[in-house]
């Protein structure tokens, strides 16, 4: 297996803009979870996702936000507009619900 | 508030020693943990786990200990190598891992020639 597949691996873009992050999970697995990674706040959980269906959001840091799953082999991280506070590693990873996580290589987003 | 954190944000031990790395948690509820490993550029990556019912679990040149007493997990690392220059992170969760994973903040590892 492939593993946990994010695109792209780097983001650079400009204050205002959409941002789309890109996760394929690994086939068979029923829950995806997006983390964003910053040196103050280290690794925090956005949202998480089981059979596709959001489940808990509470992570989300506000209304520029938001994450679809429309299928269990494909979901997005939308930021629209982006600030610069956003910059951050944005990590997809998914599991079968009980046990560890699989990481995927992460996105290194950038808002200028 | 952080409900899982490391004592030291920086280890630096000799190649070839015994690595000891710490980390509290605060959520007496807390029944599954878990080490992950994360080099520059990279996800975190899955070393070890253990459940609330354990107190410790061995796996290759990695051991993990559990004391549910005073809320402290450790990973030790035997005879470090090289490739074992990371950050560690320890993760909790209450009920096996389904809604997730909280972190600590890391420690960086370095393993000096």
Not at chain 1, 104 to 112: D, M, R
Not at chain 2, 2 to 18: I, K
Not at chain 2, 56 to 64: M, S
Request: hydrophobic letters at 35%; glycine letters at 10%; a negative charge.
């Amino acid at each position: 297996d492939a593993g946990v597949i994010q695109s792209p691996r780097h983001e650079v873009t400009e204050m205002g803009q959409e941002v789309t992050l890109r996760c394929k999970p690994i086939s068979g697995h029923d829950y995806l979870f997006w983390y964003r990674q910053t040196m103050m706040r280290g690794l925090e959980l956005l949202i998480y996702f089981n059979n596709n269906v959001p489940i808990d959001d509470s992570g989300m840091p506000e209304d520029r936000f938001s994450a679809k799953m429309p299928n269990a082999s494909f979901s997005t991280l939308k930021i629209q507009p982006s600030e610069p506070r956003d910059s951050a590693v944005y990590f997809c990873a998914s599991s079968l619900g009980t046990g560890y996580l699989f990481f995927g290589s992460g996105t290194q987003l950038s808002v200028l | 508030g952080e409900s899982v954190g490391l004592h030291l944000p920086t280890l630096s031990v000799q190649e070839g020693d015994n690595s000891i790395i710490n980390c509290a948690y605060s959520n007496s509820a807390s029944d599954y943990f878990i080490w992950y490993k994360q080099e520059s550029g990279k996800g975190p990556q899955f070393i070890i786990d253990i459940r609330s019912n354990m107190d410790k679990r061995q796996g290759q040149r990695v051991t993990v200990l559990l004391n549910k007493t005073v809320k402290h997990l450790s990973l030790q690392i035997a005879a470090t190598q090289p490739g074992d220059s990371a950050v560690y992170f320890c993760a909790e969760n209450i009920g096996g891992g389904a809604d997730g994973l909280t972190f600590g903040k890391g420690t960086h590892l370095i393993i000096q020639p």
